[in-house]
T-cell receptor, first 111, second 115 residues
């Protein structure tokens, strides 16, 4: 099955700064997805990253806060902008290869 | 309001015994259900799934049961092994077949299997 490489695996950031998370899939996939898992909470879909068009955001998430790029069928980035401590979460990219599969996640702590 | 609920944050089981992880859902439009397993510092990995047209699906030591009238599903692991120790997430989809990315997840149940 396909594999997603996600980086960084973890980061500690200052409030007000931005962090870009990268995901590379070892095969072409039509759709990629970005999820967030806040402490003690379930995984929540942030947006669907579409190649060649703007990402589709779920309710409660906006492009200015979480800009996404999808330049080709194997790569996507998620930027967490103007970070605050409330953004401290695990961020996971994912894609569908028969079933939804995930990268290893980025543990983000915002001070 | 949570549409997928895993009411037990943790479960401890002796090696060789059965582990039963439970999941309840509220949305009657869900037609596909999945279980994922997550080890620390790794992403969730797909374990087993079931369509709403079935009430049971089995894969080796893992069996998922679906009770649509009760809006309840459960994952049985038998026999449990120490390597099964992980967080288990229940997920549901209303988009047909579970092959889309918009899954609704529960909060997870941490299973500990003791030798």
């Amino acid at each position: 099955s396909a594999v997603i490489s996600q980086k960084p695996s973890r980061d500690i950031c200052q409030r007000g700064t931005s962090l870009t998370i990268q995901c590379q899939v070892d095969s072409q996939v039509t759709m990629m997805f970005w999820y967030r898992q806040q402490p003690g909470q379930s995984l929540t879909l942030i947006a669907t990253a579409n190649q060649g068009s703007e990402a589709t955001y779920e309710s409660g998430f906006v492009i200015d806060k979480f800009p996404i790029s999808r330049p080709n069928l194997t790569f996507s980035t998620l930027t967490v902008s103007n970070m605050s401590p409330e953004d401290s979460s695990i961020y996971l990219c994912s894609a569908v290869d028969e079933k939804l599969f995930f990268g290893s996640g980025t543990q983000l702590s915002v001070l | 309001d949570q549409q997928v609920k895993q009411n037990s944050p943790s479960l401890s089981v002796q090696e060789g015994r059965i582990s039963i992880l439970n999941c309840d859902y509220t949305n009657s439009m869900f037609d596909y259900f999945l279980w994922y397993k997550k080890y620390p510092a790794e992403g969730p990995t797909f374990l087993i799934s079931i369509s709403s047209i079935k009430d049971k699906n089995e894969d080796g030591r893992f069996t998922v049961f679906l009770n649509k009238s009760a809006k309840h599903l459960s994952l049985h692991i038998v026999p449990s092994q120490p390597g099964d120790s992980a967080v288990y997430f229940c997920a549901a989809s209303a988009l047909g077949g579970g092959s889309q990315g918009n899954l609704i997840f529960g909060k997870g149940t941490k299973l500990s299997v003791k030798p």
